[in-house]
C-alpha cells in the first residue's frame, strides 16, 4: 500500500493559472509521486481547466453540498501521471475567464458558497464515501480549502491527517456570517473559538485553527505572519498555533523553467555559455517593440500588476530611472489591478521605444522575459515565497527585490557599495517608496556596469538548487507526523520515530 495525500486548492498548471500557487501544486504532487507517495490533486471544473483536462469520468454525483447538486469527475493533470479530480457543479461552470473576479474585477458574489462546496466535496473523499480511495493525508491550500479541517473535525475523521498551507494571508475567504447556514456551517463552528473573524466567517481561520499541522511557503514568511506588519489581523490566531507552525520553501520545475533545454525562448543557454541569452535579449526586444541594443541595461517586470507587488511604487520610480539612465530600457508584463495597468500603458506611451507594456497572462512571454531581461524588477510589500525571481535567476536574469519574506531567503544580496559579496545573485532593498526602489536600480545598474561582477552575480544566480527534492521530503515528513499511525512509515523511507514529530519551524 502506498501513502496517500490527497492535494486540495483552486489552482494546478496547465488547467488553470493566476499565480504562482498553480505552479506549487502540480510540482509537488510531481514530485512527491516521484518519492513514491500517491499524491492526488483536486480543484474546481473550471471550463478552461475541463477543456484542458481531456478525458475525464463521472466518478460520483453528490447531494447536499451547498451550491446544489454537483459530481466529480476523475482524469490526469496533463502530461503528467498525477491523479486529477475535478469538482464540478453549475456555479463553476460560470468561470469562463478569471476564477475569482468576474470582468469588471469584482469578486463573484458566490466565492463564498462554490469553495464551500469544494470543501465539503473534499471531505466526502476523506471520509471514504465516493469511489476514490480514501486519503491517509488531505493537504488544503489557502482560503479556497481552509474549510476542510473544520470539516473533518466536526465529522470526527480523525484518521485523516490535515495539513494548510498558507501560499498568501492577505487572502481569507471572509464572508458575511448570515451564510453560515448556507455554506453548512453548524452552530458550534460560528464563534470566536471557531470560524468567526470580526464578525465574519473566516474560511483561513477554519482552515489554521483546526489544520493538524499549518505551514507556509518560507522561513521569513513564516515568522513575519506572527507580527503585526504582515499578520494582516490573523497574527493572534497564528501564534496560538506556532507550535504547529512549519516552513517548509517551494521549489522550482527545473524541467519547465530551464534555459538548457527551453521550449519558448529564443535559443538556448547555460552558465557555462551565455551566447544564447544575448539572443534573447535581442528577442525580447523586438517582441516588445524596443531598439536592438545590446547593451541597454533592460530591467522588466513581470508579474501580477497589483498592490502587493508595489505597482504603484514601479509606477512613479520608473520615469525617475529612465530620466537618470538614458540607454536603459524597460519591459513590463502583467495583469491585475485596473488603475495600475494603465498606468504602465500611459507610461510607455510617454516613454515611447523605451518602455514597453503588454498587459495580459502570457507564458511564451514570461519565458522571453526571463530568458532575455538583464534584470527582474520585483517590488512587493510582501512575499510568502515569490516563485518569478527565482524563474528569472535560473536564467541569469539578476533579481531587484524587497527585503521580503521569501526573497530574503532566496536572493543574497550584492552589498551596498565597494566590493560585491560573496555569492551574490541579486539586490535587496527595504521601504516602499520611490526613492528606495529607484536607489536599489541605480545599485543594479552600477553592478551591470563592471561585466566580472555582473557576470559572477548571474552564474551565482543561475547555479543556486531550487529543486523540489528537498521541499517534497520535507512535505513527506509533515505527512507522516499527521497521518493515522498505521500510514505513518508509508510516507517516507525514514522509520517514523525519527521523522519530524517536533515543527521545522519554531521561534523560541
Ligand atoms: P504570486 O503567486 O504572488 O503571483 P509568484 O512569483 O510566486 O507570485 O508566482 C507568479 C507566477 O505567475 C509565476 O509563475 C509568474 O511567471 C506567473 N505570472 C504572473 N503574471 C504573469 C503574466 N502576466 N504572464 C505570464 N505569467 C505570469
Ligand atoms: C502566493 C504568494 C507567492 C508564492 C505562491 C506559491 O501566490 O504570493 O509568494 O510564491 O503563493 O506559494
Redesign the pocket.
Known amino acids: 500500500m502506498n501513502a496517500r495525500v490527497l492535494i486540495v486548492a483552486s489552482e494546478a ?1 496547465p488547467l488553470i ?8 501544486i502540480t510540482a509537488l504532487a510531481k514530485a512527491l509521486r516521484e518519492r513514491g507517495v500517491d499524491a492526488s490533486v483536486m480543484i474546481p471544473a473550471y471550463p478552461a481547466a475541463m477543456q484542458r483536462a481531456g478525458k475525464l469520468q463521472e466518478i460520483a454525483r453528490l447531494e447536499d453540498v451547498p451550491g446544489g447538486e454537483a459530481r466529480l469527475l476523475a482524469g490526469v493533470v496533463p502530461d503528467t501521471d498525477i491523479p486529477l479530480v475535478l469538482f464540478q457543479n453549475a456555479l463553476f461552470d460560470r468561470r469562463t475567464a478569471n476564477p475569482y473576479v468576474d470582468d469588471t474585477g469584482a469578486e463573484f458574489a458566490d466565492n463564498a458558497i462554490c469553495f464551500a462546496a469544494l470543501a465539503h466535496a473534499a471531505v466526502r473523499i476523506c471520509a471514504g464515501k465516493t469511489p476514490l480511495p480514501k486519503p491517509h493525508v488531505v493537504h488544503a491550500n489557502d482560503w479556497h480549502a481552509g474549510l476542510i479541517p473544520a470539516l473533518l473535525r466536526l465529522q470526527n475523521l480523525g484518521d485523516v491527517g490535515s495539513l494548510l498551507t498558507i ?2 494571508l492577505a487572502f481569507q475567504g471572509n464572508y458575511p456570517m448570515d451564510l453560515a447556514a448556507q455554506l453548512g456551517i453548524p452552530e458550534s463552528l460560528r464563534g470566536a473559538e471557531g470560524m468567526e473573524f470580526w464578525g465574519n466567517l473566516s474560511f483561513l481561520k477554519a482552515g489554521i485553527l483546526f489544520a493538524d499541522k499549518v505551514s507556509t ?1 518560507s522561513h521569513s514568511y513564516a515568522r513575519e505572519i506572527l507580527t503585526p506588519r504582515f499578520g494582516h489581523g490573523m497574527e493572534g490566531i497564528l501564534n496560538g498555533r506556532r507550535k504547529d507552525l512549519v516552513a517548509i520553501p ?1 521549489g522550482v520545475d527545473t524541467t519547465f523553467w530551464n534555459p538548457d533545454a527551453d521550449a519558448l525562448i529564443a535559443r538556448t543557454f547555460n552558465h557555462e555559455d551565455m551566447r544564447g541569452k544575448s539572443a534573447c535579449k535581442r528577442d525580447l526586444q523586438q517582441m516588445f517593440g524596443l531598439p536592438l541594443d545590446p547593451f541597454a541595461p533592460l530591467m522588466a517586470i ?5 498592490h ?2 508595489m505597482a504603484d511604487v514601479a509606477l512613479s520610480a520608473l520615469p525617475t530611472v529612465l530620466e537618470q539612465h538614458e540607454r536603459a530600457q524597460v519591459i513590463v ?4 489591478e485596473r488603475a495600475y495597468e494603465q498606468g504602465f500603458v500611459d507610461l510607455a506611451e510617454r516613454f515611447k521605444g523605451r518602455l514597453a507594456v ?6 511564451r ?2 519565458h522571453a ?2 530568458a532575455g531581461a538583464d534584470m527582474l524588477l ?1 517590488g ?1 510589500r510582501f ?9 528569472s535567476m535560473r536564467y541569469g536574469t539578476v533579481p531587484i527585490a524587497s527585503r521580503v519574506g ?1 526573497m530574503i531567503d532566496s536572493i543574497v544580496d550584492a552589498g551596498a557599495t565597494g566590493a560585491m559579496a560573496p555569492a551574490a545573485r541579486g539586490i535587496l532593498f527595504d521601504g516602499e517608496q520611490t526613492e528606495d526602489m529607484v536607489r536599489a536600480i541605480g545599485r543594479a545598474f552600477e553592478l551591470y556596469a563592471r561585466p566580472i561582477d555582473w557576470h559572477a552575480m548571474q552564474r551565482e544566480a543561475m547555479s543556486a538548487d531550487f529543486s523540489w527534492n528537498g521541499p517534497a521530503e520535507s512535505y513527506a515528513n509533515v505527512y507522516a507526523g499527521i497521518a493515522p499511525n498505521n500510514a505513518r512509515a508509508l510516507f517516507q523511507p525514514v522509520p517514523p520515530e525519527t521523522s519530524t514529530e517536533a515543527p521545522l519551524y519554531m521561534t523560541a
Open positions: 498548471i493559472k493566476t499565480g504562482g500557487l498553480a505552479d506549487v501560499h498568501n511557503v517551494n513581470g508579474s501580477r500588476i497589483t502587493q507587488k508584463l502583467g495583469c491585475g503588454h498587459i495580459g497572462y502570457d507564458e512571454r514570461a522575459l526571463h520585483h512587493t512575499e510568502p515565497f515569490g516563485l518569478t525571481p527565482l524563474y521569501g
